[in-house]
């Protein structure tokens, strides 16, 4: 055999003259089922439908080829790859450390933060330090990871219950929607506003003269 120059060429499907067998169950351009014929045959039909002859199954018996526009099939099948690509989310955990005895405005702050977490399809880990006296007083921590899991409801859920890690106290909230979900909300959302900011800066039609 001879050396494969130009790399390993076995993702990439037979093609024409490439396919080297007598004969073949042959799929037409629609999808519908030809039927076994020869090879000269199923590549004859090819050149009658400006199309090509790719071999779909090579390990069938004998080999499935549908007859199709190969480059037109391979950009499709790169575009479709790259958007899905481009939608695929990984879930991110996002921190948030809170004191015990935390004023009402860092609270205000943190709760804030959370949100927008939860928005975009983030999970929240939420950390509540104590210090010094504080562990004793655990029930701080609790009610305060209790209240802010309830002024979030709307927009995550209690994935992870409070539990006492050495002196910490953890809690992780899941967002309801999924992380695609909320990118997509997102981008619509922003194409509205873009198309509103449009519409504003249009001038406003003159009213027409009087025959």
């Known amino acids: 055999m001879g050396a494969n120059r130009g790399g390993p060429?076995?993702?990439?499907?037979?093609?024409?003259?490439?396919?080297?067998?007598?004969?073949?169950?042959?799929?037409?351009?629609?999808?519908?089922?030809?039927?076994?014929?020869?090879?000269?045959?199923a590549l004859e039909l090819a050149q009658e439908y400006d199309l090509d002859l790719v071999?779909?199954?090579?390990?069938?018996?004998?080999?499935?080829?549908?007859?199709?526009?190969?480059?037109?099939?391979?950009?499709?099948?790169?575009?479709?790859a790259r958007e899905a690509r481009k939608n695929q989310a990984h879930t991110v955990i996002k921190e948030m450390k809170l004191r015990p005895k935390i004023d009402p405005h860092d609270y205000d702050t943190k709760k804030g933060h959370v949100v927008r977490f939860l928005k975009q399809g983030d999970k929240v880990k939420i950390?509540?330090?104590?210090?010094?006296?504080?562990?004793?007083?655990p029930e701080l921590g609790f009610r305060l990871l209790q209240r802010l899991a309830e002024d979030v409801q709307d927009l995550g859920f209690v994935e992870s219950n409070p539990k006492q890690d050495g002196r910490n106290m953890i809690m992780v909230l899941g967002p309801h929607k999924k992380k695609t979900e909320a990118m997509a909300e997102a981008r619509e959302l922003k194409?509205?506003?873009?198309?509103?900011?449009?519409?504003?800066?249009?001038?406003?039609?003159?009213?027409?003269?009087a025959s």
């Open 127 to 137: 950390t509540i330090m104590f210090r010094g006296r504080e562990q004793s007083r």
């Open 191 to 209: 194409a509205a506003r873009k198309a509103e900011a449009a519409g504003e800066q249009q001038p406003a039609e003159e009213p027409a003269e």
């Open 9 to 41: 060429i076995s993702a990439e499907p037979r093609i024409n003259d490439r396919i080297r067998v007598p004969e073949v169950r042959l799929v037409g351009p629609s999808g519908e089922q030809v039927g076994i014929v020869p090879l000269a045959k």
């Open 55 to 80: 071999e779909v199954a090579a390990n069938a018996r004998p080999p499935v080829c549908k007859l199709m526009d190969y480059g037109k099939f391979k950009y499709e099948s790169a575009m479709k």
